[in-house]
């Protein structure tokens, strides 16, 4: 079975660090591009990072610029978001996504916005930013 599973979300106080794990199985996300999409309350949801199947090209959305890294391992089938400085803005359900590596370019653009066109979606997990 293909699916994509997040973990590392959970409650964390304003200014605090987490770090979120994307694991794949059933197939090898080295040919995937992968992105990083949240959910808040009430709102849309939107990409917030993402990363080039081989790692070499990452974008995010502004607000989280300087706080919020994505990185992969392949050999462990794995993708990271590593969140620093959190604010309380930034709870939301987190989800990872799959896209074909040869549309990058397309998730690349769409930082801040929603995208349909992923070929695979985690369940997401809740981050939850509060003192």
């Known amino acids: 079975q293909l699916q994509l599973v997040e973990s590392g979300g959970g409650l964390v106080q304003p200014g605090g660090s987490l770090r979120l794990s994307c694991a794949a199985s059933?197939?090898?996300?080295?040919?995937?591009?992968i992105g990083w999409f949240r959910q808040a309350p009430g709102k849309e949801r939107e990409g917030v990072a993402c990363?080039?199947?081989?790692?070499?090209?990452?974008n995010y959305v502004d607000s989280v610029k300087g706080r919020f890294t994505i990185s992969r391992d392949n050999a462990k089938n794995t993708v990271y978001l590593n969140m620093n400085n959190l604010e309380s803005e930034d709870t939301a359900v987190y989800y990872c996504?799959?896209?074909?590596?040869?549309?990058?370019?397309?998730?690349?653009?769409?930082?801040?916005?929603?995208?349909?066109?992923?070929?695979?979606w985690g369940k997401g997990t809740l981050v939850t930013v509060s003192s």
């Open positions: 996504a799959a896209l074909k590596g040869t549309y990058y370019s397309v998730l690349f653009s769409r930082m801040g916005r929603d995208y349909y066109g992923m070929d695979y």
């Open positions: 990363i080039s199947s081989g790692g070499g090209s990452t």
């Open positions: 059933g197939f090898s996300l080295g040919s995937y591009a």
